[in-house]
């Protein structure tokens, strides 16, 4: 009998698991008879943690540069407007993906020349959010 900790949405289960050789599992293959012999310990939910992810850099044919969405996520807060200038590591944007907010920063430094999302909005992994002079 072997003892694992597996985690469901966020809770802690123990649970024993006992191998079968060949000739027995096929045997109680159709026996629905499962059982956790610990009991479930349960845990707090996990924090949201908030990380902070490198924006792409890509010259566009006008020559600026463009900021793109890591990952596919909904817009949590956009915290530039059009005309604001902006430095190196300076958060643009929040991004929520996979119920984590995930700081977008810039990579350069220059002047919001056009924001491409709003608060709300759902994109897709390597969209343009925002472009930069």
Known sequence: MRKFKIEVD?????????????EENSSTAASPAVQNTAPARK???AAKKKTAVKPKKKSSSGGSN???????GNIFKVLVAEGDEIEVGQTVMVLEAMKMENDVTASSAGTVKEILVKKGDSVEADQVLLKLE
Do not use: Y
Not at 13 to 21: A, M, T
């Open 10 to 22: 966020g809770e802690e289960f123990i649970v024993s698991v006992e191998e079968l050789d060949a």
């Open 43 to 45: 845990t707090a939910p």
């Open 66 to 72: 463009v900021i793109e969405a890591p990952m596919p």
